[in-house]
């Protein structure tokens, strides 16, 4: 737990900061919180809908908490968000995603 109580005091001064709300999502995700790191990154998403890494990361955290729709919408917008940014990579990693999910 020492990495995500770091985290929270570098987040109590800089809240809005993205790269540290994702970070704190991937160490709660690993901690088994899942429930805390889908919050995180949906607000994430919501205040920065350009930062294109975390909806892969959302995504396939609502796939395992069964939530294959809603999974679906935030590959989706995942898409065009890394489209949007020009980033093909993400883009192409995204879509194969969403084509995976919805083969099964």
């Keep these: 737990m020492e990495r995500i109580d770091k985290l929270?005091?570098?987040l109590d001064l800089s809240p809005e900061?993205?790269?540290?709300?994702?970070a704190m999502a991937m160490?709660?995700?690993g901690a088994g919180r899942d429930a805390e790191a889908?919050?995180?990154l949906e607000t994430l998403l919501g205040r920065d809908p350009g930062?294109?890494?975390s909806y892969y990361q959302l995504a396939k955290l609502?796939?395992?908490?069964g939530e294959r729709n809603l999974?679906?919408?935030?590959?989706?917008?995942g898409v065009n968000a890394a489209q949007k940014a020009g980033d093909r990579h993400a883009m192409n990693e995204l879509?194969?995603?969403w084509d995976e999910l919805l083969d099964e």
């Design 8 to 10: 929270r005091q570098m």
């Design 17 to 22: 900061d993205s790269f540290l709300n994702h």
């Design 27 to 29: 160490e709660l995700l």
């Design 38 to 40: 889908r919050s995180v």
């Design 51 to 53: 930062y294109v890494g």
């Design 62 to 65: 609502l796939e395992r908490m």
């Design 71 to 77: 999974a679906l919408d935030w590959y989706e917008k």
């Design 95 to 97: 879509r194969m995603a």
